[in-house]
Every structure is written in structure tokens, then in C-alpha cells.
């Protein structure tokens, strides 16, 4: 199958709750493993080790909860990034604000698409970015 690029969201013990709230914006599969179930001991043994979720669009998003020896820093350096043509990105962009703070509204930008940002209730920074038709 060749390489791939995929992100990987670090989470703070909430990896499962988020994993499972992307699966109900865009759809497909997601699959969890827990510290224990790859035979951690210790007291993050319940919580995420690796999730990955896989839509009909194509799209893999992975997820993990950091282990508490390592410092959660969450920042504003890394977006996920949604573009296409699709009516779809609306109702993601629309779904992924529940309980976050849109931070640019989505609409008609300079460049001639519709695009807006949000921050969702994990703290995960989003861009969408709506394709317009070419006249």
C-alpha cells in the first residue's frame, strides 16, 4: 500500500470520548486500543494507546491519550485541515463546533471559497475549506 500522512491527536484521558464524537461527525470506522490491551500495568492502563478512525471520504484521523509522565501541551500550531467541493463540509464544520468556539465563521473568503475555522470542544483546531465551481 505506500506511505502515508496522517494526524495524530494527542489527548489528555479524553481521547476515547473524542475518537468517538469525530466518528459521529464524519462517519466510518474507528477502532481503540487501550494502554492495557497492549499489556500496560500502570495507571493509564485504560486509557487510549492508539485510535484510528477511517471515513467513506477517505479520511484517517488518529488519536492517542498522552501517558502522564509526559506533560499535555495543546497549542495552536498544528490545524486539521477538511477541503473539497462537497455540500458534506457544511454539516462537518457545522457538527465539529458543537460545544467549541468558531473562531472564523464559515463563509464566502477573499480567494472566492467558503471557509471558516473552529476550535472544537476538545481543544483540536479545524479549517474547512468549500471549493467553489469556476464560472
Request: proline share 4%; charged share 20%; net charge negative.
Amino acid at each position: 500500500m505506500g506511505s502515508q500522512l496522517n494526524p495524530c491527536l494527542a489527548f489528555n484521558g479524553n481521547a476515547r470520548q473524542a475518537m468517538k464524537f469525530y466518528h459521529d461527525v464524519l462517519g466510518g470506522q474507528v477502532e481503540m486500543g487501550t494502554y492495557a490491551e497492549f499489556g500496560s500495568p500502570d495507571a493509564s492502563a485504560d486509557k487510549i494507546m492508539h485510535a484510528t478512525l477511517r471515513t467513506q471520504d477517505g479520511y484517517t484521523l488518529m488519536g492517542w491519550d498522552v501517558r502522564e509522565e509526559m506533560p499535555h501541551a495543546p497549542g495552536n500550531n498544528v490545524a486539521v485541515f477538511l477541503g473539497g467541493a462537497g455540500a458534506e463540509l457544511r454539516g462537518y464544520f457545522e457538527r465539529l463546533s458543537v460545544g467549541g468556539t468558531v473562531t472564523l465563521p464559515l463563509e464566502k473568503q477573499l480567494w472566492g471559497d467558503e471557509a471558516g475555522s473552529l476550535m472544537d470542544q476538545f481543544g483540536i483546531t479545524w479549517m474547512v475549506n468549500i471549493s467553489q465551481e469556476q464560472s
